[in-house]
């Protein structure tokens, strides 16, 4: 019951989550999605079942797309692990594999117990869709085993680790949208194409550090950490908590360099469906990033993006000009956020950044009479609608 009051009170303090909420519900319909998933059968299903239980939030970002393209355990050996990782892309042809040595609290354990369905089904699409995912596996796999033993000690392992884990999957799926006509080859040729997952990565590590350090696990690179505590697990004891935030508001300076060539590589896109797919997790990257910045509840506890503001983040990721408009309004808040803690040494990189993304993005942005209405303005004529509403049924 409590949980549902805390529910019922965002709609209230955020009626524009709200009004997107019922827009998106409205309005939405995945390209032939409905249709599609009825006509799956069999080792397909079981493949969508997986993805959903893998990633809910990624699984809603992938059914955005034409129909056309569709962490780690840490109880596994280290030699182990190696080796599946180098080796992960040959299984990919080995029809019948699969994987039953997970830890007995890993989620994802089902999808590997079944691999075998995720296999035939990859083996079923066209072979040049093939060759891209197992290259991009293969170097994928390589990487992550690199960083097993290697630690991320500067800002330069620390690119290169997000690129391994994230960079490489958007330059495989530019080489699928081009492969698949959707996309030309403008798009597959940028140099910013890997961004469009990267900062993805950048702000989850940023907002999951509290999970990472109880669970021994180090993504943030000493080279950043180190100015403003003795170990990283210093970051998240509470006589540290100035230091903490220090620390946490230079690593969203770090992701907020990226943000310039995610626009880049959005303002190339052509298909509608591969523009939602890949505008989604930006801008649900920069209110990751919004939320961290100068939060030192990001330190004690699983900060996450409310649903509504999640949904209304989908509804609007429609196209270029309104992903800008959604940049522009996270970047006001965080400099607001920012402006709370003037003592911090990176205060006026973050300001100067956050004030010159800001100015680059807005001059390319244009803007109607509704995006100058304020809150309480949506929020009073939504409820003088729903009064309007009530009384007219009641009057009858």
């Known amino acids: 019951m409590a949980s549902e009051i805390v529910k019922f009170t965002n709609w209230l303090i955020h009626p524009e989550e709200l ?27 079981s493949c969508y079942n997986f993805l959903e239980q893998t990633s809910r939030s990624f699984a809603t970002v992938i059914q955005e797309l034409h129909p056309k393209i569709r962490d780690d355990d840490m109880t596994i050996n280290d030699v182990f692990k190696t080796e599946l990782l ?9 029809i019948g594999w699969c994987f039953n040595e997970s830890g007995p609290n890993e989620k994802d354990a089902p999808l590997l117990v079944s691999f075998s369905v995720v296999i035939d089904e990859f083996l079923k699409i066209d072979v040049v869709y093939q060759k891209v995912i197992a290259d991009i596996a293969k170097q994928m796999g390589a990487g992550m085993a690199k960083y097993i033993k290697k630690r991320v000690n ?13 960079g490489l999957v958007g330059i495989g799926l530019s080489k699928i949208f081009y492969a698949s006509g959707l ?12 961004y469009i997952q990267l900062i993805q990565t950048i702000s989850n590590i940023i907002i999951i550090t509290l999970i990472d350090v109880l669970d021994n696990r180090r993504f943030w690179p000493t080279e950043i950490w180190s100015k403003h505590v003795n170990y990283i697990s210093n ?20 992701a ?55 949904i209304r983040l ?6 270029l000009n309104s992903c800008q408009k959604v940049f522009v309004r996270y970047l006001d808040t965080m400099l607001t956020n920012i402006n709370k803690s003037k003592t911090d040494p990176n205060y006026d990189n973050l300001v100067r950044t956050i004030t010159t993304l800001r100015k680059n993005i807005n001059a390319r ?10 809150r309480t303005t949506v929020a009073l004529s939504f409820f003088a609608t729903i009064i309007y509403f009530i009384l007219s049924l009641i009057s009858r």
């Open 19 to 45: 009004i997107c909420s019922i827009l998106y519900l409205l309005r939405h319909s995945p390209p032939d999605e409905k249709v599609h998933k009825m006509n799956n059968t069999g080792n397909m299903t």
């Open 86 to 94: 180098v080796d992960f892309h040959t299984y990919l042809y080995e």
């Open 154 to 166: 500067t800002v330069e392992d620390y690119n290169e680790y997000c690129y391994f884990v994230a």
């Open 183 to 194: 996309e030309g080859i403008v798009s597959y040729f940028s140099t910013q194409l890997f």
């Open 235 to 254: 970051l998240v004891e509470d006589k540290n908590i100035v230091k903490g935030t220090q620390c946490l508001n230079e690593m969203c300076l770090n």
């Open 256 to 310: 907020l360099n990226h943000i310039p060539d995610v626009i880049e590589y959005l303002a190339l896109i052509r298909d509608p469906t591969v523009f939602k797919f890949c505008a989604i997790p930006q801008v649900m990257a920069i209110a990751t990033i919004t939320a961290c910045a100068n939060n030192s509840v990001v330190l004690q506890e699983n900060v996450k993006i409310r649903k509504g503001e999640a």
């Open 314 to 319: 989908i509804y609007e990721a429609s196209d």
């Open 365 to 374: 942005t244009r803007y109607n009479i509704i995006d100058y209405t304020t």
